[in-house]
């Protein structure tokens, strides 16, 4: 972990270079992974192996070691104490541990399910419409993780909401096809519902039309945003939008489709730019219970049901019925 991973606050948990991060372990596998294919694409088969069997060994170490019982483990200190673990009285959950065990595939299935419910219990505050990143925050306790602890309970890293963490966690969710939960969280993070009423808005205080870094978790600074305009956050919340939950996929110059919309939507229309050439997305639910994907591009049924992306300049209808 070093001096700190996507979490930079907690700068001392591997400041000696022997501490560990369970979320980087996910997030290797992932990139890994994404080598393994790289590298085949260029013809180097022996790297591509490489790749591959160290992601294995590594999936087999994070679930030997990062596997708590009912969430997975945030990371170890330098001395091997444990964080982001039941036996912790302060950041007892963390929550990008358990999104990425979903997001890069690595975690074990029954036990991303059983983390992505722990999440949802002690991370997820229906009552104040925020997503903490991590519960109970740093206060008291004999815990070193670093600068993190600076923060006042409840405030940024410290246990309020960090949205680009939420964003994952609705990511994770959608993965799963809980299209309840996602839609939850998502509805919790657009700004603008943080602002849908005069007193909602005396609360939040910041611009309710871009992305907040933060919101705050606890009084008395409960649901205050903090730290607006913030590119990360906004980035993934596109595709967390785009993809994970319209259901756009792109790979290479092929555009699939897995929506996970909620059970009232009738369906959405997506106006998509490719280079010079517009597309004209219709996403429908099928009225005849028919449980067959059909995609149909200019009025032509396409078998392997996605959009083969070309740059012609002109405008093309989409028709995709779920």
Known sequence: ???????DSMNMVGIKGKGESVWLGFFLYEILNQFAKIAQLRGDAS??????KEALQLRLNIEQHGWDGLWYRRAYFDNGAVLGSAKNEECRIDSIAQSWSVLSGAGNGD????AMESLSRYLIRSDIGIVQLLNPPFDKSALNPGYIKGYVPG???N???YTQAAVWAAMAFAALEDNNRAWEIMTMINPINHANSSEAMATYKVEPYVVAADVYAFAPHIGRGGWTWYTGSAAWMYRLI??????????????GFAPCIPADWDGFNVRYRHGKTKYHISVTRAQ????QMRVKVDGVEQEEKTVTLIDDGQEHKVSVII
């Open 47 to 52: 790297f591509s192996e490489d790749c591959k």
């Open 159 to 161: 246990g309020g909401q």
């Open 1 to 7: 972990m070093g001096s700190g991973d996507w979490n």
């Open 111 to 114: 036990h991303s399910r059983l």
């Open 288 to 291: 005849d219970g028919e449980n």
């Open 242 to 255: 785009l993809e994970s939950l319209l259901g756009l996929k792109r790979e290479g110059d092929k555009l």
């Open 155 to 157: 405030v940024r890293e």
